[in-house]
């Protein structure tokens, strides 16, 4: 039987500046692979071959002249990265990077469960989904650690992105199965190696710990609702309170024949007992 890779190891980066994409990229390869100095020298190699691209082209001059004159069309300057820098970088690993929309992706939209990993973005935010050692796994680097996704969930989950207006992309090939780099390096100050139980225990305690800040938010932003809950909850309790002496009542009457009995039982026997004694 086949070994998991990385020894059964989860590799997440989490956010560090804008550099998600740079977290998306290595949470596919499962390893820090690339660093945002890598990334920003293959979208200044593609920026150079689309100039020289238009240069040679039959573009107009006022239209060349435009492009020209942008810094880039591959990295914005709050660092985010387009679509081409992530598929150059896959390609490193011989990985491909299809729009999920592709009929080529159709049996994917069918059952994305077959699939090793996908591709998300919106806005200036990248992130992975990606399937570890049979397992489904969302590496958002937003997320204190990955999120384990089942396999059901996987499904609606993509579905629900596509309807929010995500940019979903399939990601297909040979993914490394260990990461080359000894462990004492393989770091890059954002990236860390969690087991499926650490991971688990850390959503765990990032949402019971985001539980009570929403509460209180909630108190503060619609303090209606929250008190209409409050009372709700109050009338509940009541309730339960109502129910437990209306029982201790009941238990009560049910035995007051036997303690009446037993009170008039007493006295004729202390009673007997007295004239006993004066005869």
């Avoid at 920003?40 to 040679?56: F, G, I, P, W």
């Avoid at 990265?81 to 729009?99: N, R």
């Avoid at 209606?224 to 129910?243: A, G």
Wanted: glycine share 4%.
């Amino acid at each position: 039987m086949e070994g998991a890779s990385n020894g059964g190891m989860l590799y997440h980066e989490v956010q560090e500046s804008k550099l998600c994409a740079v977290h998306c990229v290595n949470t596919v390869l499962q390893g820090p692979f690339f660093s945002e100095f890598d990334l920003a020298a293959l979208a200044s190699d593609l920026d150079t071959k689309e100039r020289q691209m238009m240069l040679e082209g039959t573009a107009t001059a006022s239209s060349a002249g435009d492009f020209l004159s942008e810094e880039s069309h591959n990295v914005s300057l709050g660092g985010d990265f387009s679509i081409q820098v992530l598929q150059k970088a896959l390609e490193v690993w011989d990985l491909q990077v299809i729009p999920f929309d592709c009929p080529v992706a159709e049996p994917a939209q069918i059952d994305p469960e077959l699939e090793n990993a996908f591709i998300c973005h919106l806005h200036d935010h990248w992130f992975c989904i990606r399937k570890v050692n049979g397992e489904w796994y969302n590496f958002d680097s937003l997320y204190a650690a990955p999120q384990h996704l089942s396999k059901f969930y996987l499904s609606a989950y993509l579905d629900s992105l596509k309807r929010s207006g995500w940019s979903i992309f399939l990601v297909r090939g040979n993914f490394p199965k260990e990461c080359p780099i000894a462990s004492s390096e393989a770091s890059n100050g954002y990236g860390q190696w969690l087991s499926p139980e650490d991971a688990e225990r850390i959503t765990k305690s990032c949402n019971l710990t985001q539980a009570l800040p929403q509460r209180n938010n909630m108190a503060q932003q619609h303090p209606e609702r929250f008190l209409s809950l409050e009372t709700d909850m109050q009338m509940l309790s009541d309730m339960e309170d109502d129910d437990l002496k209306a029982a201790i009542a009941a238990s009560l009457m049910d035995s007051s024949p036997a303690t009446a009995t037993a009170e008039a039982n007493t006295p004729k026997t202390e009673n007997k007992d007295s004239q006993e004694k004066t005869a």
